[in-house]
């Protein structure tokens, strides 16, 4: 199933519609989200789409990525190829940050400059590539546990739902929880010192989860969890996941929905999607904590263009958060 999938999330690679205008004079820019089967990396990829535009003649964003969730062995095999077929630019947010620095030495020994977003590579390797471009991630952890830790004020249990074990954002976002929730910063490199009674608040047996993006997996969790224990506070989900089939999530909640209406359990969960936004005020979430993938996927145009002219950038740069509750969902979003 992976290879097939593979397989067709780089047929475009492979048919080189890209790389073909590069005769034309245009510089062709590679955006290689974790997969293609998020709606969060879809508002990227519209963004790099604009930027192609309003550059016309100039710049080609290559939207190309794994077909589906995984480990990241499918995207640092997109990687590798992109650096084969000698794109001008490549901007990756790794799935798996050791596996990806190891393709991008590749890069740097063909002058490929590359860029990070949304996620970036372990502090060992950033000198594989000049500028990360997206989220603070570990202020996405604090925030979502800010939000929990005012409706709870006293504490309580908690299960965090994160990515992949990999994934240095999310490692980054739940040591963001971690440290906030028990008051002070530790010295543990992310995903930080699960949570034991500090605060008040306690990490239950089995998390956290991790999903590998695969949404309908996630939903499945959090069932799961929720059944499992009743008297769980909150749920805290680094990334969107299971609000990205919100169907099923919707389903999964409504079964629960006393105890999600009493603020008994909090669903406290990253991302500001419309979809998600719509099931907050439905009151399916307590408050989303959001971050701007069409920016990220903007910017990273024009700051691969900057590289390629050999020009200096900024690192890092970051492009802001939305912090969201029902009371405040008319103007939360930045416009």
């Given at each position: 199933m992976k290879?097939?999938?593979?397989?067709?999330?780089m047929?475009?690679l492979?048919?080189?519609p890209?790389?073909?205008s590069?005769?034309?004079?245009?510089l062709?820019?590679?955006?290689?989200?974790?997969n293609?089967?998020?709606?969060?990396?879809d508002?990227?990829?519209?963004?790099?789409?604009?930027?192609?535009?309003?550059?016309?003649?100039k710049?080609?964003?290559?939207?190309?990525?794994?077909?589906?969730h995984?480990?990241?062995?499918?995207?640092v095999?997109?990687?590798?190829?992109?650096?084969?077929?000698k794109?001008?630019?490549?901007?990756?947010?790794p799935?798996?940050?050791?596996?990806?620095?190891k393709?991008l030495?590749?890069?740097?020994?063909?002058?490929?400059?590359?860029?990070?977003?949304?996620?970036?590579?372990?502090?060992?390797?950033?000198?594989?590539?000049?500028?990360?471009?997206?989220?603070?991630?570990?202020?996405?952890?604090?925030?979502?546990?800010?939000?929990a830790?005012?409706?709870?004020?006293k504490?309580?249990?908690v299960?965090?739902?994160?990515?992949?074990?990999?994934?240095?954002?999310?490692?980054?976002?739940?040591?963001?929880?971690?440290?906030?929730?028990?008051?002070?910063?530790?010295?543990?490199?992310?995903?930080?010192?699960?949570?034991?009674?500090?605060g008040?608040?306690?990490?239950?047996?089995?998390c956290?989860?991790y999903?590998?993006?695969?949404f309908?997996l996630?939903?499945?969790?959090?069932?799961?969890?929720l059944?499992?224990?009743?008297?769980?506070?909150?749920?805290?989900?680094?990334?969107?996941?299971?609000?990205?089939?919100?169907?099923?999530?919707?389903?999964v909640?409504?079964?629960?929905?006393?105890?999600?209406k009493?603020?008994?359990?909090?669903?406290?969960?990253?991302?500001?999607l419309?979809?998600?936004?719509?099931?907050?005020?439905?009151?399916?979430?307590?408050?989303?904590?959001?971050?701007?993938?069409?920016?990220?996927?903007?910017?990273?145009?024009?700051?691969?263009?900057?590289?390629?002219?050999?020009k200096?950038?900024?690192?890092?740069?970051?492009?802001?958060?939305?912090?969201?509750?029902?009371?405040?969902?008319?103007?939360?979003?930045?416009?």
């Amino acid at each position: 199933m992976k290879k097939t999938l593979i397989v067709a999330a780089m047929a475009g690679l492979f048919g080189l519609p890209g790389l073909a205008s590069a005769a034309d004079g245009k510089l062709v820019f590679a955006l290689v989200p974790k997969n293609m089967n998020n709606p969060f990396f879809d508002q990227a990829r519209d963004g790099c789409k604009k930027a192609e535009k309003e550059m016309a003649g100039k710049v080609e964003c290559m939207y190309i990525g794994p077909g589906e969730h995984g480990g990241g062995e499918e995207q640092v095999q997109v990687v590798q190829d992109l650096i084969t077929k000698k794109v001008d630019g490549i901007a990756v947010a790794p799935s798996n940050a050791p596996a990806m620095a190891k393709a991008l030495e590749r890069a740097k020994t063909a002058g490929i400059p590359v860029i990070t977003w949304d996620s970036d590579l372990l502090d060992k390797d950033k000198g594989l590539r000049a500028a990360y471009v997206g989220t603070k991630n570990y202020d996405i952890g604090v925030n979502l546990a800010k939000i929990a830790m005012k409706l709870k004020p006293k504490g309580g249990t908690v299960c965090i739902q994160s990515g992949g074990p990999a994934a240095a954002n999310h490692n980054e976002r739940m040591k963001g929880i971690r440290d906030t929730i028990a008051g002070k910063v530790s010295n543990t490199p992310p995903p930080g010192d699960r949570l034991t009674g500090q605060g008040g608040w306690k990490e239950v047996d089995g998390c956290p989860l991790y999903t590998n993006d695969d949404f309908p997996l996630s939903v499945k969790q959090l069932g799961e969890i929720l059944a499992k224990y009743p008297d769980l506070t909150a749920f805290l989900p680094t990334g969107g996941f299971p609000q990205f089939v919100p169907q099923a999530y919707r389903q999964v909640v409504e079964k629960h929905m006393e105890r999600i209406k009493s603020k008994k359990t909090l669903l406290v969960v990253a991302d500001t999607l419309p979809v998600q936004m719509d099931l907050m005020k439905a009151g399916y979430s307590h408050g989303q904590v959001g971050q701007r993938p069409f920016d990220m996927g903007y910017r990273a145009m024009s700051i691969l263009k900057d590289l390629k002219e050999k020009k200096k950038v900024a690192d890092p740069i970051y492009t802001g958060l939305d912090v969201c509750e029902p009371e405040t969902e008319a103007t939360c979003i930045a416009k």
